[in-house]
């Protein structure tokens, strides 16, 4: 809360930009001011016109179905041709592509922008973490409204405020974190009129979100009549606050003590659980930061089975390993702290290898991210440190050096994994997550042979610290297309508040096909009610 | 409650016959009646004299779980005085030619509800009852679930110390744990240090009253530990049911078929998963009661694949049966087969008899809770008003010896550990039970591998008009038991005595808590916490 004044001045900042008339910027890139640095980021672009006709030349358009070398012709923000050799005039931004991937856009499903939590609220707002996001090469993000008070509209609300001043595409899940005819009729208002598919639900932070079997299987009743995808967060709070209880009774109050209070057997747990109430329920189902081998072997089984489980790992739990959590420094240790936990070394590499074959299908960040100041809430308590870590600006870069630059995936798989299952499962395929005449122009262009090192001195995000800090990869978002406007290029951020859309998402998406054959198909199995006589010995 | 009654008026003639003289009593067989039949069974036992304290076994097959061997076995006082080739013995000796035969330890059930008001009735079997039926099927010892009055753990022993005035074989007791607070926490302690109690029962089913949920069982997990005594769970997932119920009741499934359809494998897989995790968090011993799928199965198997402590006890009727019989038209019929978890579909059943031949489950249990037509109909409109609970344990050893030995699938000493030794050891009252061996409590079985029988409610020793293996037959016969010494069951009749049944008393820190403080120890150490830390510039 303390942070609201500075955002608020920010966001006012910006309202005077917008307001200043422009008619004369041209669409030199020169014109748009660099990108800002660090904690108190400000925008200063503005609308451009002529740039909406872009040609991306030469480049290999990867798609996850195909790839081939063609042109990419972009006009008022949608994709008009994909070919070889397309002519235009010269009013066109013509943008070479030679011996680099073109791909769309990544879309990150799991963001947490602007969010209230554990006291605080988020340092990275939806302007701050979109800006970053687009420098590295994600063009669209999922975030999570959570409801006022159990209120679903309060919420929508309230997060309909917050992203006022998005700069790309975003959508919105939606947490479901109490249970009554009030819920269950505003969970319609927000599949039918506001544009959300899919709801969470919290297996943990018992006493705050968490939700019991009884509310989850109600949720998921409800889910699967809407059409809605339901979603979980799954540890089992029951233990993880008994873990933490022990935590604290061994005299361990630091970060350590979070990954110690809240092991991989609760998020396996919590995973199996959630699945065969799923199951049981028979609705699609969305677990999200899948952390563990113990959740993943899980999401394994029941795919197995042919149920519908959907695994996202994220890249913290695919990338790193817990030993940071061990750092003798609290500044460093804290920024690891998140739920479920970074876990130790092993899982990670599992989880690549899920992802790399199917059994987990798209990858997300859980970008949740709070200063070394907010972290510093929990510096005697392990329980007070705000959970979360940044992601947004790296996922595109670290997944594909990771993925494809190991040679375990190629890169029709990192555009799948990247954008276009997240497409299909939240239903807006093929508008976003292709290449393909009428998607919309939300395009990267990535050149294989370029390197990067990340750093906090550097990134985009808001925040001073950065849990990939120091990290070098290969394989580098070069330019960015939001909108069918160029948003990053040549290292430099062009990005303009309010220019972001809102984007509905439909319901029954293509996990719900089938869903009424095998509910029939369940009832004629049942060969019930029997035709009963009563016998003599019973009446 | 409309059995007790019949109930009391039983009591009361089994005291008076306990109340006459009976000085003049030879150690003949003949001079005790033949068996009750069917529901309201009678007694007509005294107490035997001195004479019959002394038996002799002679020549059969002895079987322990780590050994088997031509020998003879003598009995004095009720102990296992001796076992060895050639034994000689004065004329006071009763002498059973067992040649040809097996001589076994008498089956322990772990798993037994004798006298339980439960689902507006009682169970139609009492510990007189149902201990005259385990004995004429050749099981010794029983271990039985107090259910706490209200909650309330003290008071629910001496309810069942009542209960079980009336034993003619050797008991022992499980408690239920269904609410918690620092009561029942203490109570646990004195259960343990003084009563003789070794294991508490968690239901995840029964939502609204025996279920307990996941705080209450991390609750009840750690105090199992540090009392040494055995956590056991009903692994099924009652919100999960209750949904299930609403369910089948929605699609007008009213009949017994509602049962099994309303609470699926996947939710006894769901609990069993959810259990064994929350065990392995707080790293304490877990006994999975009744699994009945193989969704439960395989948790067990993976959680014992990674080292972990768990028992699974599967039960004859999961073993055997299979669902189709909820199916039936016969409402008498169908209902019979009602328990919780419900009798699975075909092909569960069988791969648990697979497990249990390899050891990934460990023992054989019943579930014996037994409630006749006229209870079960209690459910004739609506399923989840039928009394859950099937018959077995009159059936247990023979059916288990009949499917797991007869068909190849186990020796007959791995018949004597799922059966008995297993049970003895789990709850740490071997060798005085579960074994013949010098020493052991004189509870011992003749099996003729060759005999065969029929089972039938017009022939079982249970009081149920039903029986859930009616007609079934089978071969490998127990022709002799004998229980505390006494030859209770011999040529098709039984000789039992209510009173004589001892509690068993079951002292905590079983074998499966062997090594948890080494465990526990390293897991501290593991932890390399709390890191000392500077603070840093930028957090001061």
Redesign the interface.
């Known amino acids: 809360m303390a942070l609201r004044p500075m955002e608020d001045a920010i966001f006012f900042f910006i309202s005077l930009l917008l307001l200043l008339p422009s008619p004369s910027v041209s669409d030199s890139a020169t014109q748009f001011c660099s990108a800002e640095r660090g904690p108190g980021v400000e925008s200063c672009g503005v609308p451009s016109s002529s740039s909406t006709r872009i040609l991306i030349k030469g480049g290999t358009v990867v798609n996850a179905h195909h790839q081939q070398l063609a042109d990419v012709y972009v006009e008022d923000g949608i994709i008009v041709a994909v070919q070889p050799n397309i002519k235009v005039g010269d009013e066109v931004t013509v943008l070479d592509a030679t011996g680099n991937f073109v791909m769309p856009g990544g879309i990150d499903p799991h963001t947490h922008l602007a969010m209230e939590f554990m006291g605080t609220e988020t340092i990275d707002d939806f302007f701050s973490g979109q800006a970053a996001a687009l420098a590295g090469g994600t063009t669209m993000h999922i975030d999570f409204v959570i409801p006022v008070n159990g209120n679903l509209v309060a919420g929508f609300e309230s997060y309909e405020n917050k992203s006022r001043n998005s700069c790309m595409d975003y959508g919105f899940h939606m947490a479901i974190t109490k249970w009554d005819d009030g819920v269950s009729k505003d969970m319609e208002i927000m599949v039918k009129e506001k544009g959300i598919n899919s709801f969470k639900f919290f297996l943990a932070y018992k006493g705050s979100l968490m939700v019991?079997?009884?509310l989850l299987?109600e949720g998921l009743?409800r889910c699967k009549s809407l059409g809605a995808l339901a979603m979980v967060h799954a540890e089992?709070g029951?233990?993880v606050?008994?873990?933490q209880k022990r935590?604290i009774e061994?005299?361990?109050?630091?970060?350590?003590?979070h990954a110690?209070s809240r092991?991989p057997?609760?998020e396996?747990?919590a995973t199996?659980?959630a699945i065969?109430?799923a199951?049981?329920v028979n609705t699609p189902l969305y677990v999200v930061h899948v952390m563990s081998v113990d959740a993943m072997d899980e999401i394994a089984k029941a795919r197995k089975a042919g149920q519908k489980v959907i695994g996202e790992p994220v890249v913290s739990g695919l990338i790193l390993d817990d030993h940071w959590l061990?750092?003798?420094?609290?500044?460093?240790?804290s920024k690891y702290v998140m739920s479920p936990p970074i876990r130790s070394v092993g899982h990670g590499k599992s989880l690549q290898e899920a992802l790399s074959t199917g059994i987990l299908q798209l990858v997300g960040t859980d970008h949740c991210t709070f200063n070394?100041t907010q972290?510093?809430l929990g510096?005697d308590d392990f329980r007070k440190i705000p959970n979360g870590v940044n992601g947004l600006e790296e996922r595109m870069h670290l997944t594909w050096d990771t993925m494809v630059g190991s040679g375990q995936i190629s890169a029709t798989d990192y555009v799948r994994i990247t954008s276009t299952e997240c497409a299909k499962i939240f239903n807006i395929y093929p508008r976003k997550g292709a290449i393909l005449p009428g998607s919309d122009a939300d395009i990267i262009i990535l050149n294989p042979n370029s390197s990067y090192e990340i750093s906090s001195k550097s990134h985009h995000s808001r925040s001073?610290t950065n849990v990939y800090e120091g990290r070098r990869g290969q394989g580098k978002v070069e330019v960015t297309i939001a909108g069918g406007r160029i948003v990053w290029e040549n290292d430099e951020l062009k990005v303009v508040p309010g220019s972001g859309k809102y984007v509905e998402m439909p319901p029954f998406s293509y996990l719900f096909d089938g869903i009424d054959k095998s509910d029939a198909n369940y009832?004629s199995s049942?060969?019930?009610?029997?035709?009963?006589?009563?016998?003599e010995?019973?009446t």
């Open positions: 019991t079997d009884d299987l009743k089992n029951d233990a606050f008994e873990g935590m061994l005299g361990i109050t630091g970060p350590e003590g110690l092991p057997v609760l396996g747990e199996s659980r065969r109430l199951r049981f061990w750092d003798p420094d609290f500044k460093i240790a070394s972290k510093a510096l001073d009832l049942l060969r019930a009610p029997v035709k009963r006589v009563r016998s010995a019973t």
